[in-house]
């Protein structure tokens, strides 16, 4: 099939499309060749597509000492079945199906409804939470897969296809048609590793572990999420990219679960106030905030406020970004990053170490209420108390940590400009370490007007640089 290219052009609320091949000049085509194209590819797919049928044993006890339920003779444990509806695709005929983690997690049995609506008992061949993947498997050797296209060949506005069990598993195999809103996207808040596919497709709950199908009926896409105020479709929904999907299902039928790169290092996006401060304008990256000991990243000798602008001579963008393409690569693979330190551009060889399975997220520090002022703090709306030994070990912090709790910020000020919150631990201002109260006041009052003022603060746990110019 001649892979083609579709806009869809709203006039009059009717949908004109043209087409376009790639090789060729571009040409009208009827509404009726559009249906075809799209029921050729619906048809296809439609007997790789199954409905995850999924049954969860609950127990619940008795509640209070001495009550029981009214109705119920039993004073002991009760059990209930939480049953749960999603989607899958055949991706090879030994039975192996694509779905989404959440469809499947927890489950005591698991079976899916061919298009045929045969059923049949599913088993667990791996699970990745991370990126909310799933493999499971049947035992059939004459089922239909299908082919995987590769999602980084998808273009915005291209044609897809969705395909799942929206609402009702009476609902099975339903096909919803739009487009690709968009690709990359990554702060949706769904999983650890997002790069997600938009689409205005219809998306409901129960179409998630389905498949998003292009033109030439790859899968390039598995539905996973929908952005929704009401809880139902609103145009806007994410699918996971066939890579990324197929790379997590590839490990886990091998490995039997999923082995991340990791360089060892705590990163931020370079915001033009903080670019500013660190005479970085113009430039593009990401920001080293901390370097984690015994890392990757020491090892290569990557340092902390060092700009990170490219990995393998592709452009680095976002901390999302890098995020993902350091978890996708092979851990022993040796990576050139190209830095900018100190307003020096330099190339560092790294080795990819992998992701340690114990990598927690840090508590966020409870600060304590009282308020005392000082003058150097009180020019950016800061009021602060120093760490005490009992405080640091209340925030989990090592004992040698130097800095400041920062216990208010004054609204509009400074400092709630630059993004400090209540909770903060002060580190260092303009590079320079916070020793304690009267160093930060020091540090403060000879800051002239204008100047940039660049701080260093830990928050939750980890470290993040935070920019904003004095009046």
């Given at each position: ?123 667990v ?14 035992d ?15 273009r ?6 969705c ?39 219809a998306?409901?709950?129960g ?9 030439d ?13 009401t ?8 699918a ?52 984690m ?22 452009p ?20 050139s ?40 703090l ?36 400074i ?18 370490q ?12 000879r ?25």
């Amino acid at each position: 099939m001649i892979r083609v290219l579709v806009t869809v052009i709203l006039i009059g609320g009717l949908a004109t499309p043209v087409i376009a091949q790639e090789s060729a000049p571009s040409r009208s085509i009827g509404t009726q060749e559009l249906r075809h194209a799209l029921s050729d590819v619906a048809e296809k797919a439609l007997p790789s597509v199954v409905t995850v049928l999924s049954t969860k044993t609950l127990t619940m006890g008795r509640g209070r000492r001495g009550f029981r339920d009214f109705f119920s003779q039993s004073r002991g444990r009760r059990e209930f079945k939480q049953h749960g509806l999603g989607s899958g695709v055949i991706v090879s005929q030994s039975g192996l199906i694509l779905t989404n983690n959440h469809v499947i997690a927890e489950a005591d049995q698991l079976r899916v409804r061919l298009h045929s609506g045969e059923e049949l008992n599913a088993k667990v061949i791996g699970t990745d939470p991370r990126s909310d993947i799933a493999v499971i498997k049947v035992d059939r050797t004459d089922l239909t897969p299908a082919p995987i296209g590769n999602s980084d060949k998808l273009r915005i506005a291209e044609v897809v296809l969705c395909v799942g069990s929206p609402l009702s598993e009476e609902l099975g195999h339903t096909v919803t048609q739009g487009i690709v809103s968009a690709k990359g996207r990554n702060s949706v808040g769904v999983t650890d590793y997002e790069d997600f596919i938009q689409t205005d497709a219809a998306i409901n709950p129960g179409n998630s572990g389905g498949p998003m199908l292009n033109l030439d009926g790859e899968v390039v896409g598995i539905n996973t999420a929908i952005a929704s105020r009401t809880g139902g479709f609103q145009g806007v929904g994410f699918a996971v990219p066939s890579n990324m999907a197929k790379s997590v299902m590839e490990q886990l039928v091998s490995d039997g679960r999923v082995r991340r790169g990791w360089l060892g290092v705590v990163i931020q996006d370079l915001t033009p106030s903080v670019a500013e401060a660190m005479d970085l304008e113009g430039k593009q990256g990401v920001l080293v905030s901390e370097r984690m000991p015994r890392s990757p990243a020491e090892k290569a000798g990557i340092q902390q406020g060092d700009l990170l602008v490219q990995l393998d001579g592709s452009p680095l963008k976002s901390v999302q970004g890098l995020r993902n393409r350091v978890a996708q690569t092979s851990p022993g693979t040796q990576s050139s990053l190209k830095i900018i330190r100190d307003g020096s551009e330099m190339n560092i060889q790294v080795t990819i170490g992998e992701l340690p399975s114990d990598i927690k997220k840090g508590k966020r520090p409870t600060p304590t209420e009282t308020k005392p002022r000082l003058s150097g703090l009180d020019r950016i709306g800061v009021n602060a108390n120093k760490l005490t030994r009992d405080r640091k070990k209340a925030l989990n912090l090592n004992p040698k940590q130097k800095g400041i709790e920062v216990v208010h910020v004054e609204p509009d000020s400074i400092a709630y400009q630059a993004g400090i919150v209540k909770g903060d631990i002060l580190v260092e201002i303009n590079r320079k370490q916070v020793k304690n109260l009267k160093d930060a006041n020091d540090k403060l009052t000879r800051l002239k007007k204008g100047a940039s003022l660049l701080l260093k603060v830990k928050r939750g746990g980890g470290p993040l640089f935070l920019a904003v110019r004095m009046p």
